[in-house]
T-cell receptor
Framework: EPEVTQTPSHQVTQMGQEVILRCVPI?????FYWYRQILGQKVEFLVS????????KSEIFDDQFSVERPDGSNFTLKIRSTKLEDSAMYFC????????????FGNGTRLTVT | GQQLNQSPQSMFIQEGEDVSMNCTSS?????WLWYKQDPGEGPVLLIA?????ELTSNGRLTAQFGITRKDSFLNISASIPSDVGIYFC????????????FGQGTILTVHP
């Protein structure tokens, strides 16, 4: 069964550094998402992306965050200047789109900011 | 923003027992989804519900989309040790079918 893949599985970075988290969505999916989960908390929506532009973003997704689909297969999340509170699991998801197309999630990247 | 209240927070059961968990919201959702998350992994879709009143099964799992569109439940029958994990409900509403609101999760422990 096709799946969403994310790399790296774990990223450690120093405060103030830039990080790029990478995702390969399911190949025929059109909508791409980033979610995050702070340790012990629920999963939270960050951003949705369709047709090479952001379709919706949450309050969490401020100017420090950006997303890109640099080629036909990858979808990236960049955090420009990481803060301690950015430490979390970041999940990429994709879907075909529409109310009857559920999101499929990757296994996540654990980001640790020191 | 939309909020989901999921209960119970945790459950400790014996293998073979049935389990029930639910989610409620003050807002209407158009889609209800149930995911399971194992440690260090991403949420895995268990059941998706698209119509109010819909009752759907996936093996030993059964879920229902409440008639008011503000609640959903998940039942697991005859639990087995590999059912251990965190179960999340998630809803999508308004015009944003990809913007899921997640519940807080139910931690399920199954004793052999």
């Amino acid at each position: 069964e096709p799946e969403v893949t994310q790399t790296p599985s774990h990223q450690v970075t120093q405060m103030g550094q830039e990080v790029i988290l990478r995702c390969v969505p399911i190949s025929n999916h059109l909508y791409f998402y980033w979610y995050r989960q702070i340790l012990g908390q629920k999963v939270e929506f960050l951003v949705s992306f369709y047709n090479n532009e952001i379709s919706e973003k949450s309050e969490i997704f401020d100017d420090q965050f950006s997303v890109e689909r640099p080629d036909g297969s990858n979808f990236t999340l960049k955090i420009r200047s990481t803060k301690l509170e950015d430490s979390a699991m970041y999940f990429c998801a994709s879907s075909l789109g529409g109310w009857d197309s559920p999101l499929h999630f990757g296994n996540g990247t654990r980001l640790t900011v020191t | 923003g939309q909020q989901l209240n999921q209960s119970p927070q945790s459950m400790f059961i014996q293998e073979g027992e049935d389990v029930s968990m639910n989610c409620t919201s003050s807002s209407i959702f158009n889609t209800w989804l149930w995911y399971k998350q194992d440690p260090g992994e991403g949420p895995v879709l268990l059941i998706a519900l698209y119509k109010a009143g819909e009752l759907t099964s996936n093996g030993r799992l059964t879920a229902q989309f409440g008639i008011t569109r503000k609640d959903s439940f998940l039942n697991i029958s005859a639990s087995i040790p590999s059912d251990v994990g965190i179960y999340f409900c998630a809803g999508a509403g308004g015009t944003s079918y990809g913007k899921l609101t997640f519940g807080q999760g139910t931690i399920l422990t199954v004793h052999p």
